[in-house]
């Protein structure tokens, strides 16, 4: 070896040795170091400053929802009970207007309330009680709170999974103000939404959480007692592990996973069944709450559902999926119940292609707008419940059924304009100012139609505005003018009811019970009364202690005391059999009066 080649191989072997012994590398001057300690704070800064000016705009977002709520919502404080499971549930449930009780609270954990199990929203409307009594303001008040909570709870959890600020926003904002929300909220009766919407939120929070960690069996457990709790208030909610497997797929991406191994030619997703197998707990819960709803007895009085053919209720639901969107983009016409209608099942066939065609496009443009597929989905996956595969009203369809489906259509929607208007010029601007004018036209449309729910009679003549062949709304007006006094208003009412739908028991009751009641003699017609109310007990085969009771004011107004002391004593007992002591004591009052020899005159009906 050359003299030069062992000089060199001299001077590496020490540096050799150093790296191998670890030597600290040279020393940096301190102003490169100052320098870098400066860099590494004014980014820190910048961050800090970031996270705060995000912060405040997701507190000016909630302030400005708050304000949206209580500009729709805030009149209803001055709204009062409505004649349509107002009275039921609350103003005339002795167990509920008691308050908060241990019995109360039994009561409602071991009953159901117009045939539906929903323990925490009796709960609830008795704290009202306790708290407010019968002043109908707190209890809208509780609603419109419950609401709110719902809409915040969704534009958080929304950010949260996307990281999308404005367009959560965007989203919570017309859940929060929708004219097919209002029926959820202005209406009492619906806290089932409010509270199974809130429930709804809070499991969607706590999955979020799960997701975040999932070997926390405490985040688990906690998914579970928050879908349970939501069952408790609305059954509805038994799709909800659908929508959790949806959120899977977008926005979490945890339902598919790329192949395993680097290179697989094939392109192909496999399922993360671990996605798939955590939602069996759910799914048990829901099953559970299915059977038990199919199973359990059912109401034995004269509001007993009219049975509509199978095949009407399955070419109805294209129709009613494909009217929600029409209403989803213009909310006008909206009413509190709409009836079956001939003119409207003869659309099935139109409106099955048309959601056919839907289901198709957007499944074809899964992979650029996969949040257009999970918001279809959403859609139709939460209206199966209440689709009419089992009827469970009287009704076609009904706005606050759309109070949790619709969301996914918003989110879909939202997202899928966003990523269309990418290439716009002033996109920040166009889109604000479109955003701008949906929220402020939602805004009028929903306080206009809120007020509708001001009363009973407002409500129903607003149905009646809105709707064709209406005997339920006909109904129910008659009972707000009859409540009034009107007697002669409400038998008109009456009678159309009867004569839209000869098989309606609860109008021809009304009607008989009118005619034999009325404080005016000119309205009474104790024949007529009678014949009617006989027609209307045959209907429910002598099963509805109210219409024996009508059946026996009839009789008393023709003369015919002994049959009406007979037929009161079998309304007495029925009442007694079905849990009704308030009723039987009203019965037991009119018994005294028919072995008097006195017929019955009074202004409201039972």
Not at 102 to 126: C, D, K, Q, Y
Not at 458 to 486: E, V, Y
Request: with cysteine; glycine share 8%; net charge positive.
């Amino acid at each position: 070896m050359s003299r030069k080649s062992k000089k060199k191989s001299g001077n590496q072997a020490p540096s050799e040795q150093t790296g191998a012994r670890g030597a600290e590398p040279p020393a940096i001057p301190a102003e490169i170091e100052a320098e870098k300690v400066r860099a590494v704070s004014e980014q820190s800064d910048c961050s800090s400053k970031l996270a705060k000016n995000e912060r405040w705009k997701v507190v000016g977002v909630c302030v400005v929802l708050a304000a949206l709520v209580w500009t729709v919502f805030g009149q209803t404080r001055e709204f009062g009970f409505v004649n349509y499971d107002d009275f039921s549930y609350i103003h005339q449930n002795s167990e509920v207007t008691r308050g908060l009780t241990p019995g109360g609270v039994a009561h409602a954990f071991t009953s159901r309330e117009i045939g539906l199990w929903n323990p925490l929203v009796t709960v609830s409307h008795m704290l009202d009680c306790q708290l407010y009594g019968l002043n109908a303001g707190g209890h809208h008040f509780s609603n419109v709170l419950l609401h709110l909570a719902s809409v915040l709870l969704l534009f958080l959890i929304l950010r949260q999974m996307t990281g999308a600020l404005w367009r959560s926003a965007f989203v919570a904002a017309v859940f929060a103000i929708h004219p097919l929300h209002v029926e959820s909220v202005a209406w009492i009766s619906e806290r089932k939404d409010m509270l199974s919407g809130l429930f709804f939120m809070l499991t969607l929070g706590a999955y979020l959480r799960y997701v975040e960690r999932p070997a926390s069996l405490s985040r688990y457990l906690a998914v579970i007692l928050l879908f349970a709790l939501g069952l408790m208030c609305k059954p509805m909610l038994v799709t909800l592990p659908f929508v959790l497997l949806l959120l899977d797929y977008w926005p979490l991406h945890r339902l598919f996973q790329p192949p395993p191994t680097p290179g697989n030619s094939t392109g192909g997703l496999f399922v993360n069944w671990r996605a798939v197998v955590e939602k069996i707990p759910l799914l048990a819960l829901s099953f559970a709450l299915c059977v038990a709803t199919m199973l359990a007895p059912k109401e034995t009085d004269y509001t007993a559902i009219e049975q509509i053919p199978f095949g009407v209720r399955l070419g109805e639901i294209p129709v009613s999926v494909a009217t929600y969107l029409g209403q989803m983009v213009r909310p006008a016409g909206l009413a509190v119940i709409y009836p079956h209608s001939e003119q409207t099942f003869a659309w099935w066939p139109a409106a099955l292609a048309l959601c056919g065609l839907l289901s198709v496009g957007i499944f074809l443009l899964r992979k650029n707008y996969p949040f257009l597929w999970m918001g279809w989905l959403w859609n139709l996956g939460m209206l199966v419940p209440v689709s009419g595969i089992v009827q469970i009203s009287r009704h076609a369809r009904a706005d606050h059924y759309n109070y949790l489906p619709q969301i996914g259509l918003y989110v879909g929607v939202t997202w899928a304009v966003a990523e269309w208007s990418k290439e716009w010029r002033h996109r920040r601007w166009v889109l604000g100012a479109l955003s701008t004018c949906v929220i402020l036209a939602l805004l009028v449309c929903a306080r206009i139609q809120t007020a509708c729910w001001r009363n009973s009679e407002s409500l129903w003549a607003h149905a009646l505005a809105c709707t064709k062949r209406n005997p339920l709304a006909h109904n129910n007006l008659g009972n707000a003018f009859l409540q009034k006094g009107q007697t002669e208003e409400a038998i008109v009412q009456y009678r159309e009811a009867a004569r839209i739908n000869p098989a309606y028991s609860e109008a021809m009751s009304n009607l008989a019970y009118s005619l034999a009641t009325a404080g005016d003699g000119r309205l009474r017609n104790g024949r007529e009364a009678l014949e009617v109310a006989q027609r209307a007990n045959d209907l429910t085969k002598g099963g509805a202690p109210i219409l024996l009771g009508t059946l026996a004011a009839a009789y008393a107004e023709t003369g015919r005391f002994g049959e009406a002391e007979e037929t009161a004593r079998r309304a007495i007992e029925l009442a007694k059999a079905q849990g009704n002591p308030a009723l039987a004591g009203t019965f037991q009052e009119h018994l005294k009066l028919y072995q008097a020899r006195q017929p019955l005159r009074s202004g409201p009906g039972f």
